[in-house]
């Protein structure tokens, strides 16, 4: 139950637990794993058994939230830092995924969490993109660069490049992005560099050689 990205006979095929097996025979957590590792949506399984001879499988799914490059390749990525499946740059555009550029990776595997080489990378990355999801920006930020807890950027209406320093007060810069895009400055084209770093002392400069990718 709870499938929706993948049918029964998938789910039962991943989970390595064949018809005449002993009720008890197998892990729950490994059963789990499996189920995970190669059905990569699946973020949670619940195994109930009811002897003498019954198993049921509750499935929980996540969606694709962002998508990053690993190895020269993009793949799909979840609110909870999983990698998912691969993707195609144009196909996450079109389905407004955020994309992330992530710092130093120690493994990257689908179905998993990424493992990054300095494991603060994982907490400070979570903060940003919490605030960032609770935050009026959300559905205007197309890519949150996050290579160094001291330099995050983003990347805003797709002309917008928004620089925030460390994650100090991120909800307040956040709040302080939003309130400085309301003025008519920026109701043209025109490209431009937003510093949020300093809450006192914000600048804007406008460049329409500006780098967003």
Same mark, same amino acid.
């Given at each position: ?7 029964? +006979?998938?789910? !039962? ?17 490994? *059963?789990?794993?499996k189920? =995970? $590792?190669?059905?990569? &949506? ?5 195994? +109930? ?15 694709? =939230? ?15 830092? /999983? @990698? $998912? ?19 130093? @990776?120690q +493994?990257? @595997?689908?179905?998993?969490?990424? *493992?990054?080489? #300095? ?5 400070? =990355? ?5 605030a ?7 559905? /205007?930020?197309? *890519?949150?660069?996050? /290579? ?5 950027? =983003?990347?805003?209406?797709? %002309? &917008?490049?928004? !620089? ?8 307040? %810069? ?16 025109? %490209?431009?560099?937003?510093? $949020? ?6 600048? *804007?400069?406008?460049? #329409?050689?500006?780098?967003? #990718?």
């Open positions: 139950t709870g499938n929706s990205q993948y049918t029964a +006979e998938e789910i !039962l095929a991943s989970c390595g637990v064949d018809l005449g097996d002993h009720l008890y025979s197998f892990s729950s957590r490994v *059963v789990q794993e189920i =995970m $590792l190669q059905c990569p &949506y699946v973020s949670a399984v619940d195994v +109930e058994r009811t002897p003498p001879g019954s198993i049921a499988f509750s499935i929980e799914e996540e969606a694709p =939230m962002y998508y990053a490059e690993f190895y020269g390749e993009f793949w799909e990525i979840s609110p909870s830092l /999983r @990698i $998912l499946d691969p993707i195609s740059k144009t196909d996450a555009k079109e389905q407004g995924l955020m994309k992330l550029k992530l710092p130093q @990776i +493994e990257a @595997i689908s179905g998993k969490k990424i *493992v990054f080489s #300095n494991e603060r990378s994982g907490t400070y =990355m979570q903060t940003v993109l919490d960032l999801a609770a935050s009026d920006l959300a559905g /205007r930020i197309s *890519v949150v660069d996050l /290579r160094s807890p001291h330099n995050i950027a =983003m990347v805003c209406d797709e %002309k &917008y490049k928004l !620089l925030f320093g460390n994650t100090d007060v991120i909800e307040t %810069k956040l709040r302080l992005a939003v309130a400085v895009l309301e003025d008519e400055l920026f109701s043209g084209d025109n %490209k431009a560099s937003v510093d $949020l770093t300093d809450l006192n002392a914000t600048s *804007v400069i406008i460049d #329409n050689q500006l780098d967003l #990718n």
